[in-house]
């Protein structure tokens, strides 16, 4: 049916009979549903979106390992300075030349450790829980940028090619005391890549 005899159709004159002007014709027949042009062009598009959005999701949990914290990664919070938890003494763990892990506690307010150091090119994993209120970190020039949440262990991988020193800051509101210049905007620490040349000797691997 052409776009015409659709628009001539529920005029009074063609279409005084009482029949169902959305989507049957007068002999009964389905009428084909119109879509404007650019109406399809844009549902094309949405759903075009919407397969690579899941296709994006579905290769960044199985190509690099990006998922959701799961029940493995629970932490009683209350249990952080317990021996043999590996929060009780925060800081970094060398496991192979040039790959570190970083236990780190969030806490009201500051980060443990909040100065870290390693070689230029160290590829470090990061695992955040934080002791009492939620927070959040993020680590400037890297993917870094996680939740530190009570109970929860938030896990992130970065490496870091290029020297210099790396800021990492709370960007979750945890807080202030009223008065005192303490609070969530001095909730920051500091990484600092060295040259690798020379950097075995350096480096300190910390374990307070
Ligand atoms: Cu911790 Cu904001």
């Not at 009979?17 to 042009?37: C, F, R, T």
């Amino acid at each position: 049916m052409s776009e015409h005899d659709h628009a001539t159709e529920h005029t009074p004159a063609a279409g005084g009979h009482g029949d169902d002007p959305h989507g049957a014709s007068a002999n009964g027949e389905a009428v084909a549903l119109h879509i404007e042009k650019w109406e399809g062009i844009w549902i094309r598009v949405a759903l075009g979106m919407t397969v690579v959005f899941i296709a994006a999701i579905t290769i960044a949990a199985l190509s690099f390992g990006i998922s959701v914290p799961g029940a493995t990664a629970r932490i009683n919070p209350a249990t952080l300075n317990d021996e043999g938890n590996p929060f009780a003494t925060p800081g970094i763990r060398e496991l192979a030349p040039g790959k570190y892990e970083v236990y780190m506690v969030a806490q009201t307010w500051n980060f443990l450790p909040d100065k870290l150091e390693f070689p230029a090119g160290s590829e470090v994993t990061f695992y955040v829980t934080a002791r009492d209120v939620i927070h959040g970190i993020k680590i400037a020039g890297t993917n870094v940028n996680m939740m530190a949440l009570p109970g929860q262990v938030s896990t992130l991988k970065a490496t870091f090619d290029k020297p210099g020193t790396y800021n990492y800051i709370c960007h979750e509101y945890c807080g202030y005391v009223a008065g005192a210049p303490i609070g969530h905007h001095t909730m920051y620490g500091q990484i600092t890549i060295l040259p690798a040349e020379g950097a075995a000797e350096t480096a300190q691997v910390t374990s307070e």
